[in-house]
Nanobody, 119 residues
Framework: QAQLVESGGGLVQAGGSLRLSCAAS????????MGWFRQAPGKEREFVAG????????RYAESVEGRFTISRDNAKKSIYLQMNNLKPEDTAVYYC????????????WGQGTQVTVSS
């Protein structure tokens, strides 16, 4: 399984921006997609954004579409999440994940990076 390391979280005021990064280890292979999930206290983990590795097609949760942008670097096996116009409800631990080729589900979760948006 891939080892994933997230970075870029922090504290920001509402309306501000953050850029998250996630690097997969060289163990990663046959990637179908990579994506970002988040989990707020007391809530279940939810999908935020994903990107297909082969063609770069993106998918977003309705709550973040138009504000967040996911991108990838194929050579580095890394993904990024540019988060603009952040809202307090975006506060959560953000996790990077990979969906291997041949698998129907995401897996290989990273440790997470905290994003806190103050009002």
């Amino acid at each position: 399984q891939a080892q994933l390391v997230e970075s870029g979280g922090g504290l920001v005021q509402a309306g501000g921006s953050l850029r998250l990064s996630c690097a997969a280890s060289r163990r990663a292979y046959s990637l179908y997609a990579m994506g970002w999930f988040r989990q707020a206290p007391g809530k279940e983990r939810e999908f935020v954004a994903g990107i297909s590795w082969s063609n770069g097609i993106t998918r977003y949760a309705e709550s973040v579409e138009g504000r967040f942008t996911i991108s990838r670097d194929n050579a580095k096996k890394s993904i990024y999440l540019q988060m603009n116009n952040l809202k307090p409800e975006d506060t959560a631990v953000y996790y990077c994940a990979v969906r291997p080729g041949g698998s129907a589900d995401y897996g290989s979760w990273g440790q997470g990076t905290q994003v806190t948006v103050s009002s």
